[in-house]
C-alpha cells in the first residue's frame, strides 16, 4: 500500500524558517538510546506505516530539496518516492501527480505533513472500501473541512464552512486501486478545477459514488501557524506524561487510569 504525503505548500503561515515547514522540529524521539529531534512529517510516516503502508510517496515542490535529503530512500522499513508538483495548485493537484508511481493497482492513504494526531495507529480502523475518511472532533469545524455522515456514511464534506454542520473533520482519508482511479478521472473531467479534496468528494458523492468516515481519532492538532505548533508541543507533552501514568498504573483500576488521564487532559 502507497502513503501520499502532499509536502509541496509554502508554509506561509508559520513562516519565515530556513528549511521546509514539513522538517520543522517538534518533539523528539530516541534512536539506538539517542534522543534527537522530530521533523513534524515524521508523526506522518510513522502513522502511516502503521495503518499498513510500505512505500511512501512525498509530493514536493522544486525548492524542497531538504526533504530529500533529510529522508533519503526508505524510513521505517518503507520505501520512499518523490515527485514534483511545479506550482502549488492544491490538494488534488498534489495527490494525482503521484498517480505517475502509485498506478492503478494499490490502495494508497493520503495525510497531511504539517500535522500530529493520536492515536497513532488510527488508520488501522478505515474500512477497505473505495473511499473512507479518519475523523477527528474538534472545536472549531470552520478552519478545516467538516465531514457530515448519515451512520457511517459520507454525505457532505463542508470545506471551511461557518457553522459547519458537525464537529468531525477529515485527517487523514484512504482510497482503494479503484476510488484513487476514479476520483483522479472525475478531476480530470471537472478540469482539474478542484483545488480542495472536498469539493471533489461532493461531486464525487453526487454522482453515486460512496464514502464512509471512522470516528477513530482523539486529537489533532494544525502546525500551520504558531498557536498550532506550540499546542502540539503541549499535546506531545500531554501524551506522554499520560504514558508514563498508564505504565505506573499498569493492573490498577480503570478509576486510577481515568483520573490520571484527567490530570494529563488526556483520555484512556
Known amino acids: 500500500m502507497w502513503g501520499i504525503v502532499p509536502a509541496a ?4 503561515r508559520i513562516q519565515p524558517l530556513a528549511f521546509s515547514k514539513e522538517l520543522l522540529p517538534v518533539g523528539s524521539r530516541t534512536d539506538d538510546g539517542v534522543e534527537r529531534p522530530c521533523a513534524v512529517s515524521e ?8 495503518g499498513g503502508a510500505d512505500k511512501i510517496c512525498f509530493v514536493i515542490s522544486p525548492g524542497k530539496s531538504d526533504i530529500l535529503g533529510y529522508f533519503g530512500d526508505s524510513y521505517g522499513g518503507a520505501q520512499i518516492a518523490y515527485v514534483v508538483q511545479p506550482n502549488a495548485e492544491g490538494l488534488c493537484d498534489a495527490i494525482f ?11 494508497a492513504m493520503v495525510g497531511l505533513p504539517d500535522t500530529i494526531w493520536f492515536p497513532e495507529d488510527a488508520l488501522a ?6 473511499l473512507s475518511f479518519l475523523l ?9 473541512d467538516a465531514v457530515v455522515m448519515e451512520g457511517d456514511r459520507v454525505t457532505e464534506i463542508q470545506v471551511k464552512q461557518k457553522s459547519a454542520a458537525s464537529q468531525w473533520i477529515w485527517g487523514a482519508f484512504r482510497m482503494s486501486a479503484s476510488g484513487f482511479r476514479d476520483l483522479r478521472t472525475l478531476w480530470e473531467a471537472r478540469g482539474r478545477s478542484d483545488e480542495y479534496f472536498g469539493t471533489l468528494v461532493n461531486s464525487y458523492l453526487g454522482g453515486g459514488g460512496t464514502a464512509l468516515g471512522a470516528k477513530a481519532g482523539e486529537a489533532y492538532v494544525d502546525l500551520g501557524t504558531l498557536h498550532g505548533y506550540r499546542t502540539a508541543m503541549t499535546l506531545l507533552l500531554s501524551r506522554r506524561e ?5 505504565s ?6 480503570r478509576s486510577a487510569l481515568l483520573e490520571a488521564a484527567a490530570l494529563h487532559g488526556g483520555r484512556t
Open 9 to 12: 505548500g509554502r508554509g506561509s
Open 248 to 253: 505506573m498504573f499498569k493492573g490498577a483500576p
Open 43 to 50: 508523526y506522518l510516516l510513522e502513522r502511516l506505516i502503521l
Open 242 to 246: 499520560l504514558g508514563a501514568s498508564r
Open 97 to 107: 501527480r503521484a498517480s505517475c508511481v502509485v498506478g492503478d493497482a494499490e490502495p
Open 136 to 144: 477527528f472532533p474538534v472545536e472549531h469545524p470552520e478552519f478545516f
Open 125 to 130: 480502523a478505515l474500512p477497505d472500501c473505495e
